[in-house]
């Protein structure tokens, strides 16, 4: 997504209110972001979140950052910060105190960093593949999504979670692998354990940059892949091949796993109307109709105990979906991207100012206590 440098961002603290909630199942439909009631903590709240952010300078940065307060009051400071080479992208917990960062697409970093001591490692990618920005981790195996440079097909490196030796390269079988996420035995209906891959479908070339090759179709899918061989288990598509899938959940009560979207057709119009909600369960995958009419792009999700929340960016808007699909709710928030749940509390990343000095906070950030 392009931001506006020009404007910070902050922090705002989402708590769903133990009131009842008028349903607005026309709220996104008609394209407006409805005002909630106030979600506030009942107690101030303390948190720190894992984030990454661009300086005025241009400058990209990740670290720690402490916030205090609810809702509009909510500030914070940035407790560290470590300069990165390009824009990051996702984050991901690895063990301990360490965490892993990932360049944003076209990529050619990884950086393993120490939240305590502030130690980090940085592993350059082989240039025959260029990151996509997420990694997921499974056992002993770290897995990186990314492109095979001349052929442009999506690929999932394998790393050894220690020493981040390459041990293998498997197809995602589909374009632009972005989102990977780990479910358990059971999970969709798999007997066994396995890795769920987000095949965002959007033709690039990394000489071009971002930039979308337009004339090619489109090659978004889900697929369910075997954490040892990569073994195709299954795969889902949406009847709409313009629909990117990209970001996802697990709702924990369900097994639903919730995906947001980005839309990429034709004209402005049919763009603007298109769902930016996909739920995927043991009958299938579908889209959720009351998502859409929201400008185009879901920039992040977040799970919570009814189902899940999605930040709609383009149309300021964050979104509350029970985990059937059910519109429960909206709150008007400038730019809204960044989540991270906990129970029944969210943080959304929004454009408003609190903290320290001046930034633009990036796509996703990590819950790491309150």
């Not at 940065?61 to 916030?67: A, D």
């Not at 991901?92 to 697409?105: C, F, K, N």
Request: aromatic fraction near 6%.
């Amino acid at each position: 997504m392009q931001f506006n440098f020009r404007r910070p961002m902050v922090i705002e603290l989402i708590q769903r209110s133990r009131r009842k909630f008028l349903l607005q199942s026309s709220a996104l439909a008609l394209g407006v972001a409805l005002p909630m009631r106030a979600i506030s903590a009942i107690d101030t709240e303390n948190a720190r979140l894992l984030a990454a952010w661009q300086l005025p300078g241009g400058v990209y940065q990740v670290g720690v950052l402490n916030t205090v307060g609810q809702g509009d009051t909510l500030h914070g400071t940035v407790a560290m910060a470590v300069d990165l080479p390009t824009r990051p992208h996702g984050l991901m917990h690895l063990q301990g105190d360490e965490y892993l960062i990932v360049a944003r697409r076209p990529g050619d970093w990884i950086l393993r960093m120490n939240i305590r001591s502030g130690e980090t490692l940085r592993i350059w990618q082989d240039e025959a593949r260029y990151l996509n920005g997420h990694s997921a981790k499974h056992g002993r195996y770290i897995f990186i999504a990314e492109t095979d440079v001349l052929q442009g097909t999506g690929a999932l490196a394998v790393r050894d979670h220690e020493t981040f030796d390459l041990l293998d390269v498997w197809p995602t079988h589909g374009k632009d692998p972005h989102q990977i996420v780990v479910l358990p035995k059971g999970g969709l209906g798999i007997e066994e354990p396995f890795l769920l891959v987000a095949n965002g479908g959007i033709p690039t070339h990394a000489d071009m940059g971002r930039a979308q090759l337009q004339h090619l179709p489109m090659d978004s899918s889900l697929v369910a892949l075997h954490p040892l061989t990569g073994k195709v288990l299954n795969q889902w598509t949406l009847n709409d091949s313009r629909l990117s899938l990209r970001h996802m959940a697990v709702h924990v009560g369900s097994g639903v796993v919730g995906i947001a979207m980005q839309a990429h057709h034709g004209t402005a119009a049919l763009q603007h109307a298109a769902p930016l909600l996909a739920l995927l369960d043991e009958g299938g995958l579908h889209v959720v109709e009351e998502s859409a009419y929201a400008k185009d792009y879901a920039g992040d999700i977040a799970a919570t105990p009814q189902g899940f929340v999605i930040s709609c960016t383009k149309n300021d808007t964050a979104a509350h979906f029970d985990w059937q699909g059910k519109l429960l709710y909206t709150q008007q928030s400038k730019a809204a991207c960044a989540l991270a749940s906990e129970g029944e509390q969210v943080w959304l990343g929004s454009m408003l100012t609190s903290f320290n000095k001046p930034m633009v906070l990036d796509n996703h950030w990590l819950l790491l206590s309150a």
